[in-house]
């Protein structure tokens, strides 16, 4: 009997120090990302601690923020344009679960769709070419992870060459964000030149506007 009750409580230890152990990686995990608008779940919840790493904010680019209703009505009408069979994904009950950890995987690709419509139609065009590829090379690795043999090697070469596409793809994408980039430069120093010739004129109004308008919350550029 001492045998079976020293038996019984090793066990009863064991079994509160796995529950102890578990319950300690939830609390390190923090419950699942809240509901966001249009009921998708945020697939990259702040962490406990509010820091986030360089290059690793969270979805939209800004640290510790989730995107509000109307950047989820934009992104949905932006993804329903440019992709109408994921509309039902992007609806409904349950489309967190559907839709969380592909936003977490593709949303700089989404993101980048969503300021190209806007702004640039054709870039836009190649950003959604991307993506669809970016979703066949997903499938396609799930077709070699389940293939064997000559398969497998036939998969490959689908990658392969499919992936050849899509660096040209990506090439042009960064040249055309290269040209961008070189006209707001431009557009830069520009109005650097122009600030320069108004220098005297630019100051007199600022201390004018000091003077006339003291303790302002935030100031503006000048």
């Not at 039902?88 to 592909?102: F, I, K, Y």
């Not at 806007?118 to 991307?130: K, N, Y």
């Amino acid at each position: 009997m001492r045998v079976l009750l020293v038996i019984v409580v090793i066990l009863s230890v064991v079994n509160l120090l796995g529950l102890a152990v578990v319950a300690g990686r939830m609390a390190r995990l923090g419950p699942p990302g809240p509901i966001g608008p249009e009921g998708l779940v945020d697939p990259m919840p702040p962490s406990a601690g509010g820091a986030e790493v360089d290059g690793q904010g969270r979805p939209g680019g800004r640290h510790g923020e989730w995107p509000g209703p109307e950047h989820w009505r934009e992104v949905r009408r932006v993804v329903e344009k440019y992709f109408p069979e994921l509309q039902e994904s992007m609806q409904g009950p349950g489309a967190g679960r559907r839709m969380g950890p592909h936003l977490r995987r593709h949303w700089r690709a989404i993101s980048e769709l969503v300021e190209a419509d806007r702004t640039d139609p054709e870039l836009a065009g190649r950003l959604a070419d991307s993506y669809r590829k970016e979703r066949e090379l997903d499938r396609l690795r799930w077709d070699y992870d389940h293939a064997t043999g000559d398969d497998r090697q036939a998969v490959r070469q689908e990658m392969r060459k499919l992936l050849e596409e899509q660096f040209e793809l990506r090439q042009w994408i960064r040249q055309r964000k290269l040209e961008e980039l070189a006209r707001q430069i431009d557009q830069f120093r520009r109005e650097l030149a122009e600030r320069a010739e108004r220098r005297e004129d630019l100051i007199a109004r600022e201390l004018d506007r000091r003077l006339e308008a003291p303790g302002q919350e935030q100031l503006p550029e000048w």
